[in-house]
């Protein structure tokens, strides 16, 4: 996430967090590359602004073409905050302004913001004026599709009527069972079963954004810390057993949002990989497990933005390797490869637009040829830049042998920030679910159902689908579960109404009225 223009869209965006963030603050990315205050710059001063941009806006991370947003976004949202960051002065104001003293040290060492302009502001104003100038006065919309209401799934909802209404943070289907887990931004986890009905209760110390039940009864939770964008340490992963104790498991984490738990060095003992998504900084790290208890951080990445991890061993060598999504400017997938006795060499085998709005990913064998296909969907539309982007959507990469990977196919939809990959329909082809927290509203295709029609796999074809009732609610989480124990999977998802972009008047009344938390799709 990024320092936001004013404290209601502060307010805003910290609940996209766990999505997965279309941030634009990817130059601080660029800090350790950028030009000192002692840089000759008279080899540059004659140059274009062309030329200039490919030197400061693409040293670190995929270029930036102007054609990405509007000429009014660029002028009014983007380039004032990208000034802050090469040290110039800007519109954007002060970025410590609302920062704690605590977190200005932290964000101070990590140099995010140069204390002198590191950019003459001619070289600047070319590169702003290149920008204004050859950005489009608007980009061209998604043109609407005439989709079908799937017959497969029958709506489910489940209105559980919180005093602030629906809030929700974390949805997840419990091990072995019919039943989910819901958690709120009340700090409040639920087990609920599908008719909606409460079995478990556990009141939280913080608000959870990622957990791990165990077949037991007893859990692993993420404790996001504080839920504003912030640098400060203040999340933790803690275990509640089954009577319902509280353990600290890690400390010290910076926003996090999602862990996975695995035994990567092979000692026998499960060790942890978390997302610390952060705010201007950030890392991916795993924590090795010690024989006392303890667990010794090891930073994979030291960046912010670290959405997601799959892991899984790609490279055949026995080793889980570690694969993530990164948003937050630097976006794309990261492959950590594991190499044995705690070393890991790092791949990048995609790489996205820093506004792309990356938001999950799956990794799985779509096209059945044995090799690994990422699934991925984009579509984060909060921070500065809320228009409609034609590049949103849901993509397919097919992988190979060598783990590298190709766009085979894409399908253009407003907005989407998660997907799951699933047989639903049972007939040996991998189907898709793909959910909208930032929709195109005047489509109503918020929630799509991905039926896979391929026949030659060289070119995935889908027959594309709305879910019933998919408007009641604004669907931040998605899940799937055999909810009714009937031998298919059933869809889940979890809603999110503070909004956190615009929505219609009507829509936000009809959220905050039916209370409605969570809806099922039950697969027929």
């Known amino acids: 996430m990024s320092v936001r223009l004013n404290f209601v869209l502060s307010m805003l965006r910290i609940y996209t967090l766990f999505l997965i963030s279309v941030s634009l603050l990817f130059f601080s990315f660029c800090k350790s590359e950028k030009k000192d205050s002692t840089t000759d710059f008279s080899q540059q001063i004659n140059k274009s ?3 200039l941009s490919q030197i400061y806006c693409a040293s670190c991370h995929l270029y930036p073409e102007p054609e990405l947003l509007d000429k009014t976004t660029w002028k009014n949202s983007v380039l004032p905050q990208m000034a802050l960051l090469f040290g110039l002065e800007s519109p954007a104001g002060n970025p410590y302004f609302k920062m704690k003293y605590d977190e200005i040290k932290i964000v101070g060492a990590a140099k995010v913001f140069p204390s002198k302009p590191i950019l003459p502001d001619t070289i600047w104003k070319k590169i702003t004026q290149f920008y204004i100038e050859t950005a489009p006065d608007s980009l061209p919309l998604i043109a609407p599709q005439q989709l079908k209401e799937s017959k497969n799934f029958v709506a489910n909802p489940i209105s559980l009527n919180f005093p602030r209404g629906a809030l929700s ?4 289907s419990s091990p072995n069972s019919s039943d989910f887990l819901l958690a709120d931004d009340s700090r409040e986890l639920f087990k609920l079963n599908q008719k909606g009905k409460s079995i478990d209760f556990w009141q939280l110390d913080n608000t959870a954004t990622w957990i791990e039940e165990e077949e037991d009864g007893a859990a692993y939770v993420l404790y996001v810390g504080n839920i504003h964008p912030n640098d400060l340490p203040h999340g933790k992963l803690i275990r509640i057993d089954k009577n319902k104790q509280k353990q600290n498991i890690i400390t010290g984490l910076t926003r996090p949002v999602h862990f996975q738990k695995q035994d990567l060095n092979q000692d026998g003992i499960e060790d942890f990989v978390i997302c610390n998504y952060g705010n201007h900084t950030g890392r991916l790290s795993w924590y090795q497990a010690k024989e006392d208890g303890t667990y010794e951080e090891h930073i994979l990445l030291n960046a912010p933005g670290a959405i997601k991890t799959h892991i899984e061993d790609l490279d ?9 999504l990164m948003g937050q400017g630097n976006e794309g ?3 950590f490869y594991n190499q044995g006795n705690g070393q890991f060499k790092q791949d990048n085998p995609l790489r996205f637009s820093p506004v792309n709005g990356s938001s999950d990913f799956q990794i799985t064998d779509f096209n059945k040829d044995g090799f690994k296909d990422i699934i991925y969907v984009n579509g ?3 921070d500065y830049s809320t228009i409609l982007k034609p590049y949103h959507g849901l993509h397919i990469f097919y992988g190979n042998k060598e783990n590298t990977f190709a766009k085979k196919a894409f399908f253009p939809i407003s907005g989407l920030t998660k997907v799951i990959a699933e047989d639903f329909n049972k007939d040996g082809k991998l189907d898709l679910v793909a959910s909208a927290f930032f929709p195109n509203f005047k489509t109503n295709q918020s929630v799509l159902f991905f039926e896979n029609t391929t026949s030659d796999f060289n070119q995935p074809e889908f027959n594309i689908q709305t879910l019933a009732a998919s408007e009641k609610g604004r669907w931040l989480l998605l899940d799937k579960g055999d909810f009714d124990q009937d031998g298919d999977m059933d869809i889940i998802a979890g809603s999110f109404t503070f909004s956190a972009s615009p929505a219609p008047p009507k ?5 905050k009225s039916s209370g409605i938390s969570v809806m099922m799709w039950m697969n027929e």
């Not at 943070?169 to 997840?172: E, I, N, S």
């Not at 055949?316 to 993530?324: E, K």
């Not at 829509?507 to 959220?511: E, I, K, S």
């Open 316 to 324: 055949n060598n026995g080793w889980p390797d570690i694969s993530v």
């Open 49 to 51: 602004g062309a030329e």
């Open 333 to 335: 997938v990261f492959i």
């Open 507 to 511: 829509l936000l009344q009809d959220w």
């Open 169 to 172: 943070t974390f949805l997840g």
């Open 380 to 382: 984060d539309n909060a």
